[in-house]
C-alpha cells in the first residue's frame, strides 16, 4: 500500500513539471508491480510450509476442541502437554487439508466445496472442522479446513486426497498423521510432479487458550458488527456471485435511517414458535405496520445465498437487516411497527451454526457477538418466544409446509435449537424479553400485549 500510495500521489507531486514524469511513473509502476507479485508470491510460499509456531485447533462434538502443535513449539516444562491423540487409536490414521490462500471469499469457498468432496468421498471416514493458526497473530494467520479421521485405514483415500492437492497445489496444505510408538508424526505433501512427502515432524497435544480460536473468528467470519464489514465481504463476493451484485445495488448506503416517534417491536424465535401468528395479530390490535426481514425488496435473492458459505450467507442476512432498517425507520414515523425477525435472528443462528458441540462451547456472556451492531436503528423491546421441542415439532408437522434443510436440521438436532435459543438469550443492548409461547394463542397475544404496554409508549 505504501508503495502504491507513494507511486500514485506523492511521486507524481514531487515529479510534476518534469519531461520524463510519464516514462519515470510506468517504470516505477511496473517495478511496483513486479515487487507486489514476488511479495504475494513469497507470503503463499509460507503459508504452504509450516511455521514453527503453527497451532492446529480441531473441532470437537461434546468437548472442548484438541489442539496439537509441532513437538519443537513447545517447552520441555509446558503443562498440559501429552500425546494421548484421540484419533489415532488401533493404527488409525488422519489427514489435515488446510485452505492456505489469503482471499477470504475464495477460501471459504473452497473449504465449503471440500467439505462436501471429503464427507463424499469414503464412506466411513468422520470429517472434523479444524484451524491452523499463529497464536500472536490469529487473524492474520488463521487457515480453515479439516481432520479426516480414518480408522480403517482405507487405501483408495490417500489416493482421493492426492488428486484432491493435485488439482488445487497452490490452494491447500495437506498432512498425514501417523503414530508410532506413542509418537505422532505429521508428514506434510507437496505436488513435485509427483504427489511427495516433503518433510516429517512430531507433533504433541497441547492445552488451549479460552475463548477457543473457533470463538474468536466468529465476528466478522459469521457475526458482523458493522455495515462496512458486510459491505466488504459482499464486494468480494460480487466477483464470483452475480447476485451479490445486484445485492448491493438495492442498499441505500445513506446515513444510518433514524427512527421514527412510534414503537419498534421485533418478534423472534426458533421456527414455528408462533411468530407469523403473533404478529399479524399485533398488527392487527395495535394498528401496526408490519415488516420482516429479509425484506421482500431482496428476498428473491435468499435461496442462492442459503447455499452460500456461511460467511457469504450471513452477510447476505445482516445486509437485509440494514435494508429492513430503513422500511422500519419510514415506518415508524406514522405508526407503531411490529418485526418478524431482525439483527438477533441473524447473530443467534449464525453462532449456533458455527459453534460446534454443546451449550459450553457458545461464547461467554457479554462477548461481543451478542452485542447490537451501532450503526444498526435500534428497536424499543425485542420479545423472545419459546416453546418446548415436543410442541414445536407438534406445529411444525401440523403446518404440513415443506421444511427447509435448515428446519430439518433444527428437528434432528436437538443441541443446534438449545445452542440458537441460548445464543437469543445471550444478546444484549436491547435484550430479549422471553415470553412462554407454548399457551393458546389468545394468551401468548394477552401476554405479549401487557408486555408492550409496560415497555413502550403505547
Ligand atoms: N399459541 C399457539 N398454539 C398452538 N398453535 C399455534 C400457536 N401459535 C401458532 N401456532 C401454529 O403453529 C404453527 C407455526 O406457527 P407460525 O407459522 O406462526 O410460527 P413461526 O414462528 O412464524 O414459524 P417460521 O419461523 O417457521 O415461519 C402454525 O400452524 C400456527 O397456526
Ligand atoms: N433476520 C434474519 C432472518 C432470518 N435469518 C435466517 O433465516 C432463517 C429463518 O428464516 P424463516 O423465514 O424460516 O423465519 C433463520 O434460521 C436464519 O438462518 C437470519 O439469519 N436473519
Redesign the pocket.
Known amino acids: 500500500n505504501t508503495i502504491t500510495s507513494c507511486c500514485c500521489f506523492r511521486f507524481p507531486r514531487m515529479m510534476a513539471g518534469c519531461k520524463t514524469f510519464p516514462i519515470v511513473c510506468l517504470q516505477l509502476y511496473l517495478h511496483t508491480r513486479s515487487m507486489l507479485r514476488t511479495c504475494t508470491r513469497m507470503a503463499s510460499a509460507a503459508c504452504q510450509h509450516r511455521v514453527k509456531s503453527q497451532m492446529y485447533a480441531v473441532e470437537s462434538a461434546c468437548k472442548s476442541p484438541f489442539y496439537f502443535t509441532l513437538k519443537d513449539n513447545v517447552s520441555p516444562v509446558s503443562s498440559g502437554t501429552s500425546n494421548a491423540w484421540p484419533f489415532l487409536a488401533q493404527g488409525g490414521y488422519a489427514h489435515s487439508l488446510c485452505v492456505t490462500t489469503s482471499q477470504r471469499v475464495q477460501a471459504a469457498r473452497l473449504q465449503k466445496s471440500m467439505g462436501k468432496e471429503l464427507t463424499a468421498m469414503v464412506p466411513g471416514i468422520q470429517v472434523v472442522k479444524l484451524l491452523s493458526y499463529i497464536p500472536d497473530n490469529l487473524h492474520g494467520s488463521l487457515q480453515r479446513g479439516f481432520l479426516i479421521l480414518d480408522s480403517q485405514h482405507h487405501h483408495d483415500l490417500q489416493n482421493k486426497l492426492e488428486g484432491l492437492l493435485r488439482e488445487n497445489q497452490q490452494d491447500i496444505q495437506l498432512c498425514t498423521y501417523t503414530e508410532e510408538e506413542g509418537r505422532v508424526w505429521q508428514s506434510r505433501w507437496e505436488v513435485n510432479g509427483q504427489v511427495k512427502e516433503m518433510d516429517r515432524s512430531e507433533v504433541v497435544a497441547v492445552n488451549g487458550p479460552m475463548p477457543s480460536p473457533f470463538v474468536e473468528i466468529l465476528r466478522g467470519s459469521a457475526v458482523y458488527s458493522s455495515l462496512q464489514d458486510v459491505l466488504s465481504v459482499l464486494r468480494e463476493s460480487a466477483k464470483v456471485i452475480p447476485e451479490a451484485e445486484k445485492l448491493l445495488k438495492c442498499m441505500d448506503l445513506g446515513n444510518i435511517p433514524e427512527k421514527g416517534s412510534h414503537p419498534v417491536i421485533v418478534i423472534e ?11 399479524e395479530s399485533l398488527k392487527q390490535h395495535l394498528k401496526a405496520t408490519l415488516l420482516r426481514s429479509p425484506p421482500d425488496s431482496i428476498s428473491r435473492w435468499r435461496k442462492t445465498f442459503d447455499d452460500e458459505t456461511s460467511l457469504i450467507k450471513r452477510a447476505y442476512y445482516a445486509l437485509s437487516n440494514y435494508v429492513a432498517a430503513v422500511d422500519i425507520a419510514k415506518a415508524s414515523e406514522v405508526s407503531p411497527v411490529i418485526v ?2 431482525f439483527w438477533h435472528s441473524t447473530a443467534a443462528y449464525a453462532i449456533a451454526t458455527e459453534i460446534g458441540g454443546n451449550i459450553q462451547n457458545l461464547p461467554d456472556h457479554h462477548h461481543v457477538v451478542y452485542q447490537w451492531p451501532e450503526d444498526l436503528l435500534k428497536p424499543d423491546l425485542v420479545i423472545l ?1 419459546t416453546v418446548s421441542d415436543e ?1 414445536r415439532i407438534h ?2 408437522r ?2 404440513g ?1 415443506q421444511e427447509t434443510q435448515e ?1 430439518k436440521e433444527l428437528e434432528a438436532n436437538s443441541m443446534f435449537r438449545q445452542k440458537v435459543e441460548e445464543a437469543y438469550r445471550r444478546m444484549e443492548n436491547p435484550g430479549c424479553v422471553v415470553i412462554d ?5 389468545e ?2 397475544l394477552k401476554n405479549t400485549l401487557s408486555i408492550i404496554k409496560r415497555h413502550c409508549d403505547i
Open positions: 424465535g426458533l421456527d414455528a414458535t408462533g411468530k407469523s401468528t403473533l404478529t418478524d425477525r418466544l410442541e406445529r411444525i401440523k403446518r409446509l428446519e409461547a407454548g399457551a393458546s394463542r394468551a401468548v
